[in-house]
């Protein structure tokens, strides 16, 4: 059946509804002419084109086509150069290795930071060592020097003490740290001995937990959180009241720098006075390797530091103990020797509870034995018991002393307008009662279970980095090396008169330096090689001569 047809819908409206679409409609026109206007931007005009009637006409569409080309071709090029540059700083945000590379400004100057940064890591540890040092001596104006109570005099540095003294208006303490360590009757002889000389704090230093033998649970102590109360530290107040007297006398706010040898408990001392584990504390020598601002109140700053840089011409017990192993090669067996020479054997016996021996190694299998020490095949390990004698020998439970001298004589560098002028601004009768106080609180080992040690006196340090022994050598390097290049010219018939003088005259300086190289070398050969000897050779490859000698 054929489908009706659908009716077409009407157009037709009343006229009222009409006349207002119509109106409504001028209106919106109305509406955006006005906007364009505002914006003032006009429709763009219709490009008339070329009229038929101009001559070359062709020619002309042409040239406006190429046009047209070439201006694509533009904008294409640098979009193109805008995407590489947001990939490369893309690049430069993520891998920070790849920022070297670039020669950008910003670039650049990391560039230079990485230089300086290779250059260091390239640097001799120990002349950072020394630079550190330095530093801290100048900065402060009160220096603690930290003694470990077993062997005191072998914990002082004739030179560094030379240092400050040479730098006027600065005063010098010593912090008689371990005293835990030693029989309350050495602390006490000790005490009146160093006396006589410059200020002396008996220190016991708070202990973390970490650095109890395996045998005692660890604990995990928070970073900052206050250490436990068995850990107790004797003598924190006896020093606080000697620099804040100090502060008070001075009437500024002062710096107060901790100095010493490795593992005599700089870092520990400062912990104990700031009761916060703020500086790494462990057994390993030479932990501490820069300069380390400590707040303790508004008028004082302590100041950590890294240790001296011993001097290879000591003797091989003071090479032993105050070597930092994280700078120096020290043969174990070797230094471990040195040390077991100058303690009293039977009291060693006894406390090792070892067999008499007649020499070291004797001692070392017998020890390696008794601390079930063995090797693969189970032969006692004798490298590691020399390990871990040595170790103990610097740590902090094993309990040895030294007597002082009988008589005291001042050291060189010493006199006494200096012991004056350093006890001046101390309040040391209220030190005096302290340090009373703090030797009747510490607990003490028993002289009878305690070993004798003999010690080997004042321990000679550098502190000038360029008489460093590989710094020494280095320079002299560099010297033979000048000389060659030197002879290679005049043969060459190069050198003119003018730069032949110059380069034939030795400057004072190169004449020290000669000298000293020279000193060092005959030192060295007198002097026990224990430490330097592989050390010298080994560095010697491994620094970078070149970029160093500036
Ligand atoms: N028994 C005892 N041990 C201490 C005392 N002071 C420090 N020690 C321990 O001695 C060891 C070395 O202490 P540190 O404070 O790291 O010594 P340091 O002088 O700062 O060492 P470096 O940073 O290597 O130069 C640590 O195992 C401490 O626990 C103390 O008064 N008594």
């Known amino acids: 059946m054929k489908r009706p047809k659908l009716k077409k819908a009407s ?68 979009k193109l150069d805008r995407q590489n540059e947001r990939n490369k700083k893309r690049k430069l945000e993520t891998d920070p290795d790849v920022k070297l590379s670039n020669t950008e400004p910003v670039t650049e100057e990391l560039g230079q930071r990485k230089a300086k940064k290779a250059k260091t890591s390239k640097q001799n540890p120990k002349r950072l060592y020394c630079q550190e040092l330095k530093k801290v001596i100048e900065a402060s104006d009160v220096v603690l020097e930290v003694l470990d109570a077993r062997d005191p005099l072998g914990c002082r540095c004739p030179q560094v003490e030379e240092a400050i003294i040479r730098g006027g208006q600065k005063k010098l303490v010593l912090v008689l740290n371990k005293s835990d360590l030693v029989p309350k009757e050495n602390l006490e002889n000790w005490l009146s001995y160093l006396n006589k000389e410059l200020p002396t704090v008996v220190f016991k230093a708070s202990t973390q937990q970490k ?10 102590v928070k970073k900052k959180a206050a250490l436990s109360k068995s850990e107790v530290c004797v003598g924190k ?24 040898f490795p593992n005599v408990g700089k870092s520990s001392v400062i912990n104990s006075l700031k009761q916060e584990q703020i500086c790494s504390v462990g057994v390993s020598m030479g932990l501490t390797r820069c300069m380390q601002l400590v707040p303790l109140d508004k008028q004082i700053t302590i100041i950590d530091s890294p240790c001296f840089i011993v001097s290879p011409l000591n003797s091989a017990p003071a090479l032993a103990l105050r070597s930092p192993a994280s700078i120096e090669v020290v043969r174990p067996l070797e230094a471990a020797s040195a040390i077991l020479s100058q303690a009293d054997a039977q009291q060693v016996v006894l406390k090792f509870t070892v067999p008499v021996f007649t020499n070291s190694l004797e001692f070392f299998t017998s020890f390696a034995q008794r601390r079930g020490l063995h090797q693969k095949g189970g032969s006692p390990n004798v490298e590691g018991a020399a390990k871990v004698l040595w170790s103990e020998w610097t740590g902090a439970f094993l309990g040895y002393y030294c007597h002082p001298p009988a008589s005291w004589t001042p050291p060189p560098h010493f006199n006494e307008s200096i012991v004056t002028d350093m006890k001046w601004g101390f309040d040391l009768e209220e030190l005096e009662k302290n340090n009373a106080h703090s030797i ?19 321990t000679n340090g550098v502190i000038d980095e360029n008489d460093i022994p590989e710094e020494l050598l280095k320079q002299k390097k560099q010297k033979q090396e000048q000389e060659s290049y030197e002879d290679v010219k005049m043969d060459q018939g190069i ?17 020290a330096c000669e000298t000293l190289s020279e000193k060092s070398r005959a030192d060295k050969q007198s002097a026990p090689s224990f430490v330097l000897d592989k050390m010298t050779e080994e560095e010697d490859d491994v620094y970078d001569f070149s970029t160093d000698y500036v």
């Not at 009747?440 to 004042?458: D, E, M, T």
């Not at 110059?502 to 400057?507: K, P, R």
């Open 237 to 260: 107040q006896g020093l606080w009241k000697l620099l804040e007297g100090f502060q008070k006398t001075s009437g500024k706010a002062i710096h107060v720098g901790v100095i010493g």
């Open 440 to 458: 009747q609180a510490i607990k003490s080992p028993h002289l009878a279970s305690s070993i004798l040690f003999q010690s080997s006196g004042l």
């Open 495 to 511: 050198v003119d008169e003018e730069g032949d003088d110059e380069s034939l005259a030795m400057s004072p300086a190169e004449e």
């Open 11 to 78: 157009k037709r409206m009343t006229c009222h509804k009409r006349y207002k679409i119509q109106k409504k409609v001028r209106e919106h026109h109305r509406k955006l002419r006005k906007e364009a206007k505002k914006r003032g931007r006009k429709k763009p005009r219709k490009d008339p084109g070329v009229p038929n009637s101009a001559p070359f006409k062709e020619a002309l569409l042409r040239e406006a086509e190429l046009r047209k080309q070439q201006l694509e071709e533009l904008k294409q090029q640098q």
């Open 211 to 220: 650095d109890k033998r395996k045998r005692i649970k660890l604990v995990k």
